[in-house]
């Protein structure tokens, strides 16, 4: 019976998202508002097949690869909902030096994968490192796109790391709205976040944001908001995935984003962003079942295997049960198979570039 409104609605979020003005953006909103209160599974299925089609029409029938390490578990921050929040102090923290960073992209080398991801909590040593690390891994792996998701930092910095060979970067906004953002975090706030957002995407980088969907106090309304601050960026890559409790932090005892409003987001935020590059997240995987091919099966194209060192995989503690503690390195190509054969999509290893037309 929905499925007329429903169609309506999905083309009309096709056409209007290019738009980018006050009238259009209210109508968007509210066709968004209307998905994420939905929960009619006619409704849902076509919007999942329509965000694939887009996907598969503007990114092309693949699934990206996209390798990380996670170089120190480190952080200054407080924020809320994170476990590797500086006042917990039950977690073990450890810091990759140099010879485990570069042993662990000769492993993603040899899987011939040419994207490598480095995160890290917000610690003043991996940001000393960074510029002879970067100059170094460069000089080994030419072709190798380097991104780095190091959290806020100075433009200086950031400009520093982008001429020594820093391609790309990954900064969530987490939630776009300035009251929600502050209730979850703190001793920071949204401008700053936005500012170093802006400062990435003006120095050349290719740059990715996102947010956790679940988060205790955001609404529908919330979510809307975000992905139209997606759009009106034009950012390359979008990480979506949901809230997950972690013991140690304020909202230990909140309850976890659901998997419907994260694979809904998902899809909206394809059929608007069109040819950005959208992750099926490890958190999606991290449930009671795995739920990254689900994401791909609702418009995401990439999947970001963890080749950290194996010992300190348990270590950056996020969220709790982290699907890569189960995965091993030396499984990783096996893991993506099935991915990639669950999807019907094939994988590619390549660089994949930005897309988007500047
Ligand atoms: N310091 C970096 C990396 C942070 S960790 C930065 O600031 O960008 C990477 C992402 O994990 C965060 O951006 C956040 O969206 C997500 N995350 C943190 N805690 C989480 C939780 N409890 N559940 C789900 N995702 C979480």
């Given at each position: 019976?929905?499925?007329?409104?429903?169609?309506?609605?999905?083309?009309?979020?096709?056409?209007?998202?290019?738009?980018?003005?006050?009238?259009?953006?209210?109508?968007?909103?509210?066709?968004?508002?209307?998905?994420?209160?939905?929960?009619?599974?006619?409704?849902?299925?076509?919007?999942?097949?329509?965000?694939?089609?887009?996907?598969?029409?503007?990114?092309?029938?693949?699934?990206?690869?996209?390798?990380?390490?996670?170089?120190?578990?480190?952080?200054?921050?407080?924020?809320?909902?994170?476990?590797?929040?500086?006042?917990?102090?039950?977690?073990?923290?450890?810091?990759?030096?140099?010879?485990?960073?570069?042993?662990?992209?000769?492993?993603?080398?040899?899987?011939?994968?040419?994207?490598?991801?480095?995160?890290?909590?917000?610690?003043?040593?991996?940001?000393?490192?960074?510029?002879?690390?970067?100059?170094?891994?460069?000089?080994?792996?030419?072709?190798?796109?380097?991104?780095?998701?190091?959290?806020?930092?100075?433009?200086?910095?950031?400009?520093?790391?982008?001429?020594?060979?820093?391609?790309?970067?990954?900064?969530?906004?987490?939630?776009?709205?300035?009251t929600l953002y502050k209730k979850l975090?703190?001793?920071?706030?949204?401008?700053?976040?936005?500012?170093?957002?802006?400062?990435?995407?003006?120095?050349?980088?290719?740059?990715?944001?996102?947010?956790?969907?679940?988060?205790?106090y955001?609404?529908?309304?919330?979510?809307?908001?975000?992905?139209?601050?997606?759009?009106?960026?034009?950012?390359?890559?979008?990480?979506?995935?949901?809230?997950?409790?972690?013991?140690?932090?304020?909202?230990?005892?909140?309850?976890?984003?659901?998997?419907?409003?994260?694979?809904?987001?998902?899809?909206?935020?394809?059929?608007?962003?069109?040819?950005?590059?959208?992750?099926?997240?490890?958190?999606?995987?991290?449930?009671?079942?795995?739920?990254?091919?689900?994401?791909?099966?609702?418009?995401?194209?990439?999947?970001?295997?963890?080749?950290?060192?194996?010992?300190?995989?348990?270590?950056?503690?996020?969220?709790?049960?982290?699907?890569?503690?189960?995965?091993?390195?030396?499984?990783?190509?096996?893991?993506?198979?099935?991915?990639?054969?669950?999807?019907?999509?094939?994988?590619?290893?390549?660089?994949?570039?930005?897309?988007?037309?500047?």
């Open positions: 019976m929905t499925k007329n409104i429903a169609l309506k609605k999905i083309n009309q979020i096709i056409s209007l998202s290019n738009k980018n003005n006050l009238i259009t953006n209210f109508i968007l909103k509210k066709n968004l508002i209307w998905f994420f209160n939905n929960h009619d599974e006619n409704d849902l299925k076509l919007l999942y097949s329509k965000a694939s089609q887009i996907r598969d029409k503007y990114c092309g029938k693949k699934i990206v690869v996209r390798a990380l390490i996670e170089i120190s578990n480190y952080c200054s921050c407080e924020c809320l909902y994170c476990g590797l929040n500086c006042k917990n102090s039950s977690l073990e923290r450890y810091r990759l030096n140099k010879e485990e960073i570069l042993s662990s992209i000769e492993n993603i080398s040899k899987n011939k994968i040419e994207t490598l991801v480095m995160q890290a909590g917000e610690d003043f040593y991996v940001r000393k490192m960074m510029p002879q690390l970067l100059r170094e891994i460069k000089e080994k792996y030419p072709n190798m796109a380097i991104t780095l998701s190091l959290g806020e930092d100075s433009f200086n910095n950031y400009k520093l790391w982008k001429e020594k060979g820093a391609d790309r970067y990954l900064l969530r906004i987490e939630a776009s709205n300035p975090h703190n001793k920071k706030n949204v401008f700053t976040r936005k500012k170093c957002l802006s400062n990435l995407q003006k120095l050349g980088y290719q740059t990715g944001s996102g947010m956790m969907i679940g988060l205790p955001q609404t529908s309304k919330n979510l809307a908001e975000d992905i139209i601050y997606f759009n009106k960026h034009n950012f390359d890559m979008i990480g979506i995935g949901p809230f997950i409790p972690h013991p140690e932090t304020k909202f230990f005892d909140k309850s976890q984003g659901s998997v419907e409003m994260t694979l809904k987001a998902i899809a909206l935020s394809r059929l608007i962003l069109k040819d950005s590059w959208i992750p099926a997240t490890t958190a999606l995987g991290s449930l009671d079942k795995d739920y990254r091919i689900d994401a791909i099966k609702a418009g995401a194209n990439v999947i970001m295997p963890n080749f950290s060192p194996e010992i300190y995989k348990k270590q950056y503690e996020i969220y709790p049960n982290k699907i890569c503690i189960k995965e091993e390195n030396k499984n990783a190509q096996n893991i993506l198979e099935e991915i990639s054969c669950a999807c019907q999509l094939p994988l590619s290893f390549e660089r994949n570039d930005r897309i988007k037309n500047y």
